[in-house]
């Protein structure tokens, strides 16, 4: 992962060397600590380096590790295979957020995150909200109500975005484009709004990895083992949809990442969560670094969508590992 | 001596030409004999039985070259974006043009109920399309212009199909000559200006080779970054434009949703160390301005005008403005003499002008703001001096120093009103 970051953060139209990126990290360490630093970077290198490369290569890293995560947990909480992070409508709500912001000209950005962003994430939360609402009775969550809300909400909010659509006219283009999803937006405030969120998230999550097997054994089994199931739904649910929304709001819908990570892990390294979720963290992260690089540098100087390399680079691998094991492959 | 400049304000010059024209003994137009064949870009062969009388387009390029060919009475139907002359949208607004949707989603039976003898459409219509309004017997010619040659073919054609052919020829002879007269003028530079074209910037979305800004960036003597790493349109990052370090950097857009200087400031942003934020050679073209580069359309030529005094300002005598909303650039800027609200009077005396054509009204709007003091008296035509004046100042009025001035002639030599 740490691999993959350096290499995106190296990789790019602007010629860079390992040592420029080196010098810009310690020069701003310098400055940061009130060191008189003399270090010598070109001026425009410094500039790529430190407002593009450095938040773009950070925020595929947060992306990838949230998505893979989120999907990863839902899939343990829906015990369905093709539960994905964006199965509770979450990537429906953010992009009826985002086409909002774009054809209303909206201006409420905060925290130095532009309007698209800011809106996605509303729209997101509230998807949320509405769909955990209808699934939910007596205080409890059925798993089984939240995917067919989940899967109709999202049926829903599609059809007002096609209609939003229609009537974009000029501002079609940027919809178009943060659904494709990317990164090459991403500025520095994004990551310092984004980066607690996501890391504290996912710790929560990482420590509370038990209880997705728990999860996948039946309620009564797991009601003996001392677990409250619902509780446990609840906060996976709530803390998984809770990335999710975070890093759609900052990257767009990127697709297959949180679907396929963590069932290659599972191929690779077995089904128990306590090493399934950290791997599926540093796998989802380290690909989705991977594709962005791919996306920036397959064809120059025309930037590809990333969602696009996710699939055409993940579908074949995941193929090919499902191929491989398909007689021991189990859920 | 400072040679005289060449005033931008060329569709006035146009115009008042045309004005002229109608005054000196009309010459009887040769009535161009029907039927006629041509073949469009779609390679059909089309005849056309009798002149078109109901016209309907289906991109603004069509109808910009329809009312520069003087058929705007014949126009029966635009698209949603047609919005170029702005007499256009007055003529939708009054119902005398209808709306039949976008160029690539026309409503057929829109189209069919107007009852056109000609459609003119571009390829993106779609087959379908085509074949229905075919199916209606309805006559269309397609059209796919690739370059500013394309552009003269298709004029041509459109001007054969309408029996327009005459004003054709001398539309695209003025073209051309407009065209050469800006090649001419800017050989004279060593180093050719680079340049690189956007149109949005979430993505940047930026322009390369084979499109229309790319042939009027090369007229104009520039050199588009892009121009042989992309055909046609495509998103690149940031650094891909620091790496190219352009010398200027132009932004397109049909409408902002937010201000000018909020772009600005995000260019500025995105683009910091290269030689065209460094040096403020960032250039907004808006609406009119950037539709007259990226449509198919006489427009071009404005285009291209426009583009030549952004690159080289020494050699038009002086710098462009940053933020272009009109077609015609003008570099003349209202003396230093002049109050908030004659600055302001000269800016509505040249609005007034160039849209309404009404020389009288932007003449009193002069005197009025104390602009214009010495008061002249309209000069009769049998006036020697009259004679004088269309002489002197007939064709070459652009080369009037003051937009004051040429107003003043305007009016002394009777041209109340110029048809726009």
Known sequence: MVLAWIISVRIGPLHTSYMDIFHVLLKKAFLWLNWNATLEVEKTKEFVIWNFRFPRASMSILVGAALAASGCVFQAVFKNPLADPYVIGVSSGAALGAAIAIILGLHIAFLGVNSIASVAFIGALVTILVVYRLASAEGRISVTSLLLAGVIVSIFLSAVLSILMVFSGWELHVLIFWLMGGFSHVRWPYITTATPIIISCLICILLLARNLNLLLLSEEEAQYLGVDIFKMVKIFLVLGSFITAVAVSCSGCIGFVGLVVPHMMRILLGPDHRILLPSSILAGASLLTFCDIVARIACPPIELPVGVITALIGAPFFLYLLYRKREVYTF | ?420
């Open chain 2, 1 to 420: 001596m400072r040679p005289p400049q060449k005033l931008p304000a060329l569709l006035f010059l146009l115009t008042l030409c045309l004005s002229i024209i109608q005054l000196a003994p009309i010459t009887s137009a040769i009535a161009q004999s029907f039927p006629v064949t041509i073949t469009d870009d779609a390679g059909r062969t089309i005849t056309i039985q009798s002149e078109p009388q109901r016209i309907v387009s289906l991109s603004p390029s069509l109808t910009e070259t329809l009312f520069a060919l003087g058929l705007g009475d014949k126009v029966v139907g635009v698209t949603q974006y047609c919005d170029y002359p702005p007499e256009v949208k007055t003529l939708v607004e009054q119902g005398k043009i209808t709306i039949i949707g976008g160029y690539t989603t026309p409503n057929v039976e829109i189209i069919i109920g107007l009852n056109p003898d000609l459609v003119l459409g571009h390829k993106l219509m779609g087959e379908d399309n085509l074949k229905a309004l075919e199916d209606a017997g309805i006559t269309v010619l397609v059209f796919e212009p690739e370059d500013i040659d394309g552009i003269y073919s298709q004029i041509e054609r459109i001007g054969k199909a309408t029996g327009k052919e005459e004003d054709a020829t001398s539309l695209i002879n003025a073209m051309k000559a407009r065209i050469d007269a800006v090649k001419q003028k800017v050989s004279v530079v060593s180093e050719k200006v680079r340049v690189v074209q956007m149109c949005w910037l979430e993505p940047i979305w930026v322009s390369g080779g084979k499109t229309f800004i790319n042939a009027a960036i090369e007229a104009a003597g520039g050199i588009n970054v892009f121009s042989d790493t992309i055909t046609g349109w495509a998103t690149v990052s940031p650094e891909t434009v620091i790496e190219a370090d352009p010398d200027v950097i132009i932004y397109t857009s049909m409408g902002l949703t937010v201000s000018p200087d909020e772009v600005k400031e995000k260019i500025r942003e995105l683009f910091g160390p290269t030689k065209a934020v460094q040096n403020d050679r960032v250039y907004l073209l808006i609406g009119d301005a950037a539709s007259m580069l990226e449509r198919s359309g006489p427009g071009i030529v404005d285009g291209i005008e426009t583009l030549a005094k952004i690159f080289y300002p020494s050699l038009y005598g002086g710098r462009a403005p940053t933020v272009i909303t009109e077609r015609v650039v003008s570099l003349i800027r209202p003396g230093a003499g002049y109050t908030q609200e004659q600055v302001k009077a000269i800016q509505e005396a040249k609005r007034i002008l160039t849209q309404e054509g009404d020389v009288e009204e932007a003449y009193t709007k002069l005197v009025e703001a104390g602009v214009i003091s010495i008061q002249i008296k309209s000069i009769a035509e049998s006036n020697p001096v009259y004679q004088k004046l269309i002489e002197l100042y007939g064709e070459n009025l652009e080369r009037y120093p003051t937009l004051e001035g040429r107003i003043q002639l305007l009016y002394a030599m009777g041209l109340f009103e110029i048809k726009v």
